[in-house]
């Protein structure tokens, strides 16, 4: 038997049980989680290109995932859709809040089909479930169905935000976490490798933070999330990393528990 998971889902997990492990080179690596809810922006499939689908950049992401898949790790995925159309933007020109957001909510969905596809070019079974019901393409989303999913290692991608117009994906992540009971939110960006206390390209003095409290988030103005989805984790007690996606492997060095990014906790 081999260390595992946490006995509180609030903390960074210590190792219990593990009745597997996976071997890279000399080195046995162990994943620190079990059940984890990756968050990823569109602008991370959009690559260096900045809007749309970037193929090789999906194919670098799917390549991680699987990885992670095969180190036992239960992986459910929320996916942005700022690469193809933001609803913030579009309300900023005059339309409809709520239908720019629900054209928001429907680029999620075509970069969910994309990583979707991505997987299973992988080898990788993956689900994708909508909150906005299209059965023609994609699963509606039933919580007991997306857990057994899991259960039988299926890769979940939660796809078209809550289904409501003026919240955020990443609120739906938190949500979602909350939801399935995973352990952590892993947000991969594609600009920055952490937190900092101002914006990095801006600000050469910018300190980038090792470890926050979701009240320093909010109280500081941090923008690592939205207000919503940071007080929903916080009342629930799911800690947060934020890292790059830009790094080699990073999605599996974050699961086995390597020191990377900006860890963010309820408490202190």
């Not at 799911?238 to 790059?244: A, C, H, K, N, T």
Request: with cysteine; hydrophobic share 40%; glycine share 10%.
């Amino acid at each position: 038997m081999f260390p595992f998971f946490a006995q509180s889902r609030g903390e960074i997990p210590c190792f219990v049980e593990l009745h597997y492990r996976v071997e890279r080179g000399n080195r046995m690596e162990r994943p620190r989680f079990k059940r984890v809810v990756l968050k990823l922006s569109g602008e991370a499939l959009a690559g260096e290109q900045g809007y749309g689908i970037d193929p090789k950049m999906i194919a670098s992401i799917a390549k991680e995932l699987k990885e992670v898949v095969e180190m036992g790790v239960e992986a459910a995925i929320v996916v942005g859709g700022g690469n193809i159309w933001r609803g913030m933007a579009g309300s900023a020109k005059g339309m409809d809040r709520a239908t720019a957001d629900y054209m928001g909510m429907l680029a999620t969905v075509m970069n969910s089909l994309a990583l979707q596809d991505a997987l299973e070019q992988e080898g990788v079974p993956t689900r994708v479930q909508t909150s906005i019901e299209m059965r023609q393409v994609a699963e509606p989303y039933i919580r007991r169905r997306a857990i057994r999913h899991l259960e039988k290692g299926r890769v979940v991608i939660f796809a078209s935000g809550t289904g409501n117009p003026y919240f955020s994906t990443d609120t739906t992540a938190a949500l979602r976490a909350a939801e399935i009971e995973a352990e952590v939110i892993l947000m991969a960006k594609n600009k920055v490798d952490g937190v900092y206390s101002a914006d990095p390209s801006r600000d050469p003095a910018a300190v980038k933070y090792d470890t926050l409290t979701y009240m320093d988030v909010l109280n500081q103005g941090l923008g690592v999330m939205d207000s919503t989805a940071s007080t929903l984790c916080m009342d629930n007690d799911i800690p947060l990393i934020v890292f790059s996606i830009e790094g080699d492997g990073n999605i599996r060095r974050v699961i086995s528990g390597e020191q990377i990014g900006t860890i963010v906790r309820g408490n202190a």
